[in-house]
């Protein structure tokens, strides 16, 4: 299928005109606000939100030109509270849910709402694979370190000695480092924020969007009614420390990111890494275009019957 332009005067949901993108005014929070969100008070994910509506807002992107994509869990709530379009999908599938939107609709900003149990233990495998594929997608992971929907039980990234529903005791487990398994899997960007900086997230949600490529962010947000205060120790206004990635970080380096990716908790924050790589968007669009150069005369609706006779 053949998207259409980036400018295009039309909007793709219903065909109404809209006046050239030089004459329409950004939207605003009010425009893009929906439900009220329903997170308990003091929840990191509001800050996440309020920034998601700042970056929309800044990048003047209207309701057609991006799409919000979540699993399930608090976090995932996220598409509920955005008036645009999008999905709340099943647990740990919204990955290949967006995978597809991004594929058949290229022009699209494709973000992608998750938790750490929704994005590391149901959803592991498509995490792995979506970003070895390289998909031209946005995916910002709200990292508590607990499960809150269900009321505290141990994450994949809850700290060894967490005591939780499941682990009253204590977790014994290793937790998932998400930025040495995103480097792992080969991920093209990989961040990390938290929801104590909003300028900060901000930023690197811009530096995402604007990746020609798999764009992985984790951003640390407390869960105050499970874990309540789990992420002093990167919040300067609570004691702790906000480190930034050194200014002389190589951000192509993959084993300097994997060096900072393995430091203690609180870690580093910034771009760990960052390069080129092409996408399966393109790959795939580069496919579609050489068998179309042999078929040139033929409608789509031919192309699959023929194809459907050679089956036979």
């Known amino acids: 299928m053949t998207p259409p332009a980036t400018d295009s005067p039309a909007n793709v949901s219903t065909g109404a005109v809209q006046p050239p993108a ?9 425009e893009l606000a929906a439900d009220h969100p329903t ?9 996440v939100l309020a920034i998601y ?3 929309i807002e800044k990048r003047r992107l209207w309701h ?6 979540s699993g399930i869990g608090c976090s995932s709530r996220f598409p509920y509270f955005v008036q645009a379009h999008g999905a709340h999908y099943i647990h740990g599938r919204a990955l290949p849910f967006a995978s ?5 609709r290229p022009d699209l900003h494709v973000f992608v709402l998750s938790g750490d149990g929704d994005a590391f233990s149901i ?6 694979h979506t970003a070895r594929k390289n998909i031209k997608l946005t995916l910002v992971v709200m990292d508590n370190e607990v499960y809150g929907l269900t009321k505290k039980q141990t994450s994949p990234t809850s700290r060894i000695g967490f005591k939780s529903k499941t682990d009253i005791w204590g977790a014994t487990d290793q937790p998932v480092n998400p930025l040495k398994q995103a480097l792992a899997a080969g991920a093209t960007f990989v961040a990390r924020t938290t929801h104590t900086n909003p300028n900060h997230m901000l930023q690197m949600m811009e530096a995402a969007m604007d990746h020609d490529g798999f764009s992985f962010i984790e951003c640390l947000s407390e869960c105050v009614e499970f874990f309540e205060g789990a992420f002093d120790a990167s919040n300067p206004r609570k004691g702790g420390q906000f480190v930034e990635v050194p200014k002389d970080h190589d951000v192509t380096d993959e084993a300097a990111a994997y060096r900072l ?5 609180p870690g580093c924050f910034g771009i760990l890494y960052k390069v080129n790589r092409p996408t399966k968007n393109a790959n795939e669009a580069k496919i579609i275009a050489d068998h179309r150069t042999k078929v040139q005369e033929l409608k789509d609706w031919e192309i ?9």
């Open 39 to 47: 997170w308990c008070p003091g929840c990191g994910d509001f800050s």
């Open 64 to 69: 057609e030109k991006f799409v919000s994509v």
């Open 100 to 104: 597809g939107v991004s594929l058949s």
């Open 22 to 30: 030089a004459e329409r005014t950004p939207l605003t929070k009010k």
């Open 53 to 55: 509506y700042k970056l």
């Open 304 to 312: 699959m019957k023929k194809t459907f006779e050679r089956m036979k």
């Open 261 to 265: 990716a393995d430091k203690p908790f």
């Open 123 to 128: 959803g592991g495998n498509h995490f792995t």
